[in-house]
């Protein structure tokens, strides 16, 4: 018997499995697919996610080094420049390749090509069952995403409501080598679209010889995703000439309402199975990650103390609320007066992005140097303006 089993192999699955390895837990991490696998992901590794790791990332992993963003609303342009590394860009199926290879190495065994199709908790064990056998565990770490069968098979939530949720819908466009190095220039940008929908944003993220671009809308407001992405494709003229590839879609959980339970008897959801991912920016490998890790060090607690019930159990979900859940609840009432429910971005825009600290602020925000939580006081006085500007309240700068 394990004393742990982690289904998916995402940022998630793989970081708890090492994490657990190498404190001494038998841990088995089950991947449905043939790893590598193709993931659907703009593939962005911020700074934040390289100070989680213990080990460095082969430098052929990463495709792009972006320091600078551009943020489009409407036909105005506006430019957070800086001279150090907003995010790393990669692709998933090789980076969650490389770090199940790093779990593997920790002493995880590896199994892929694994269907989970049962899960039973009991009182003496969890028992997952595949189409190829059945595995108990003392415990189990679902990180099979929100199209996963883990937490529903466990029962921990029926399903995701439709304002927890945001439709993605994305596609890579090879333009090469020279058109990327083009279209970030020596700023080296990537670029956010507002307004091409009426609850989400646009996106276009250089890779090594390729653009993805991408748009997103809260399920609950989404009509008609095609249209929303061939619209959208058509604003951007850096793809210009270029053929589009039809485009896929995925799920991405609202980390400030996706509030869905993420623990049971001997079983703890991590990563978009939990709905962790930030809600302003939709950013979720750092959280994914932290989490898994996390969950790993409760797993190894437990273990020592022969304790796997809910009750106990509840310390993952404490620890995660302080990691980042409090910064998921501000970043989601900023996503909600800015651009979620309201889209207001004009004044956002006003009282914002032409605020010289709010800009800093920002640029903390995409590289991790501060948190949501740190940049309430920052954000205080331009959002004081901005409310009382909706209430039709004169005000000198």
């Given amino acids: 018997m394990y004393d742990l089993i982690v289904v998916g192999a995402g940022p998630a699955g793989a970081s708890a499995a090492r994490s657990a390895s190498k404190s001494g837990l038998k841990t088995l991490l089950v991947e449905k697919d043939r790893i590598p696998r193709h993931k659907l ?12 790791l213990d080990f460095k990332l082969p430098d052929e992993l990463i ?5 600078s963003a551009r943020i489009h ?4 342009i506006h430019n957070y420049e800086t001279d150090q590394p907003l995010t790393y860009m990669t692709t998933r199926a090789g980076f969650d390749a490389f770090l199940t290879a790093k ?6 065994e590896v199994l892929d090509q694994t269907l989970v199709t049962r899960i039973e908790a009991n009182d003496s064990h969890v028992e997952v069952t595949t189409k190829k056998r059945a595995f108990r565990a003392k415990l189990l770490i679902g990180a099979d995403g929100m199209g996963g069968p883990t937490a529903k098979l466990v029962h921990l939530y029926d399903h995701w409501r439709l304002h927890q949720v945001a439709y993605a819908i994305e596609s890579e466009v090879m333009v090469g080598e020279r058109h990327v190095h083009d279209f970030i220039g020596p700023k080296r940008y990537f670029d956010l679209y507002f307004g091409v929908s009426s609850a989400g944003y646009g996106w276009v993220f250089p890779k090594g ?22 619209t959208f494709v058509r604003k951007v003229a850096a793809l210009n000439g270029f053929e589009i590839p039809k485009p896929q879609a995925h799920l991405i959980p609202l980390g400030g309402p996706a509030r869905v339970p993420t623990v049971s008897k001997r079983v703890m959801l991590a990563g978009d199975c939990a709905g962790f991912a930030e809600p302003l920016l939709g950013e979720g490998i750092y959280f994914s990650i932290l989490g898994g890790q996390i969950a790993a060090n409760i797993a190894r607690m437990a ?7 809910e009750a106990f159990l509840r310390k993952y979900e404490k620890e995660c609320h302080e990691a980042f859940g409090r910064d998921f609840d501000v970043a989601y009432r900023v996503a909600c007066f800015s651009y979620l429910e309201e889209y207001d971005m004009d004044r956002v825009v006003q009282f914002f992005f032409r605020d010289k600290r709010v800009r800093e602020c920002m640029i903390g925000l995409m590289n991790g140097s501060i948190r949501y939580r ?9 959002y004081f303006k901005y409310r009382l500007a909706k209430l039709g309240v004169p005000f000198y700068r």
């Fill in 209 to 230: 010889d390729h653009l993805t671009v991408g748009v997103g809308c809260r399920l609950s407001r989404l009509r008609d995703a095609h249209a929303l992405f061939d």
């Fill in 63 to 67: 495709e792009c080094i972006v320091k």
């Fill in 41 to 52: 992901c703009g593939g962005g590794i911020t700074p934040k996610v390289l100070r989680l």
């Fill in 103 to 108: 779990a593997k190495e920790a002493g995880s």
């Fill in 73 to 76: 609303v409407g036909d105005q």
């Fill in 303 to 309: 273990c020592q103390r022969d304790k796997y019930d």
């Fill in 374 to 382: 740190d940049a309430k006081l920052k954000l205080a006085w331009p």
